[in-house]
C-alpha cells in the first residue's frame, strides 16, 4: 500500500470511526452470536495473492461487526468500563503510525520523557504522596505480578531471583475473599504457590476486616511462615466496597509486610476531592494500581503502577545484556527494566491527549457525573418493592436483585440468572453478575464514557418490566 492509497483508506475509516460513535448506540450491546459462527466464516488458508482493503472492510463490517460486543455503547453496564474517547483514539493512531518501540530511554527519549511527567501528572491528580514514582503497565494483572514479584525479592534480601524461593521458607500474601483473581493468578506464577494466599474474611459491607488479617498474619508467624505481602482493595470487583487502608496499613507497617493496593477501577474516583477518604492511611502503601483504561477514557491498554520505593522495582527486573548498555544508564528511566516485558508501546501520549482534551475539571466532572448516576439508580431501585440493593453503593456500581416475595433463596437465584439473561439477549442493554452470600447478584456500572441519566432511567425501566414478566 502506498502513502496515497492509505491516505484514501484513513480517510475512509476517519468516516467509520466517526460514524461508530455516533450510531454505537443503536447496535445490540452484547453480540448474538453462537461459538464458531465467526470462526467458520475466515477462510481456512490465508489468501496467496494480495487484497484490497475494500474487500477487507466488507468482511470486516460483515462478519466481525456481529461478533463484537460494543463497550462503547452507552447502554453497556457490565463488567467494568473500558471508556475509549476521541482524544485517546487520535494519540492511538499515532502511537501506530510512528510504531516506536519504547523499552529504553534511548529507543524513543520523548516516550520515556513523557511517560515519565505524565506518572507525576497522574500521581498528582490522584493524591498519593511526592515520593512515589510510576511506570505504566499493560493491565493492573501485570501491576500486581510486579508488585508481588517485588514484595518476594524484598522478604527474601533480593535472593529469589538468584537462589529460587525454595530456601526462603514459606512466603505468605494475604487480600480479602472479595479481592480481584489477579492476586491468585500473581501468587501462583510468582514461586509463592496458591495455597499461600490468605483470604480475609470480609465485613458485611465487603471490606477486609483488619482484625481478622491481624490474627492470620501472627498465626503465620507463629508457625515459622513468613508475611510478604498484603494487597488492600480500593474498589472491589464484584461491588466496588473499600478496604479500609489505614488499618491494614498499620498492620503492615508493624509486621514490616509491603503494602499493594489495587484501584484497578475506582482509582479514578481519586482525581475527586470527596473520594480523598479512600487513600487515608496512603503513608504506609508501597505500591499502588489503577487502570486509566478502565473508567478514565484511555483505551485499553494504560494501567498506571506506582512504587515508594522504585530501587527495588528495579532490582528485581533489571537486565543488562551487552545489547543494551548505552552511555545514559543511570541518568534516565529505563522502563523495560520497571516490569516484565522489554517492548513497551508509547501509551503515554494517550494519556497526554485525554488529560489535556478534557482538563481536569472535565474529568471531574464526567466522573462525578457517573457517580451521581449510581446513586440515582440506586435510589430508583430502593423505591420498588420487590426490588433489593445488596452491597453499599459506594462509587459507580449498583449490585441488586429482584425478589418478588414468596420465593425460596434457590428460586429466587434462578430467578435472576434468567432476568440477566433474557437482558442481555435483547441486545438493547448488557448487565453482568456476582455471587455475594450466596446471592445471585444484578451488577449494574454506570461509568460508561457516554452514559447518561436517561440511559439508566431507561434501563432500568426494562429491568422492571422484564422481571416481571418472568415472574407471571
Ligand atoms: C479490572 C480489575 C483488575 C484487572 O485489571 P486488568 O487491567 O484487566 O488486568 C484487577 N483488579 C480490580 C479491582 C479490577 O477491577
Redo the contacts with the bound molecule.
Sequence with gaps: MTPDEFRKHAHELVEWMAGYMENVENLPVKSLVKPGEIFNKIPDKPPLHSESFDSLMKDFNEIIMPGISHWQNPNFFA??PANTSPASILAEMLIATLGAQCMIWETSPAAAELEEKMMIWLRELIGLPSGFEGVI????????LAAILTAREKTTGFSGNIEGIKKSGILKVYCSEQ?????EKAVKISGIGSKNLVKIPVKDDFSMDPEKLKEAITYDKNNGQIPCCVVA?????GTTSVDPLKAIGEICHENDIWLHV?????GTALILPEFQWMLEGKEYIDSF?F?P??WMFTN??C?AYFVKDAGALIKTFEILPEYLKTRTRGKVNDYRDWGVPMGRRFRALKLWSVIRTYGVEGLCDKVRNHIAIAAKLSEMISKEDDFEILAPVIISVVCFRYNPGGYTEDQINILNEKLNHQLNDSGKIYLSHTVLNGRYTLRMVTAQTNVTLGHVERAWVLIMETARSLKS
Design positions: 463488567y467494568f503497565q499493560d493491565s493492573a494483572s501485570t501491576a500486581t479481592t480481584h483473581s489477579s492476586v482493595t480500593l474498589g472491589t470487583t489495587d484501584a484497578a477501577m475506582a494500581v487502570n483504561h478502565k485499553f491498554d494501567t
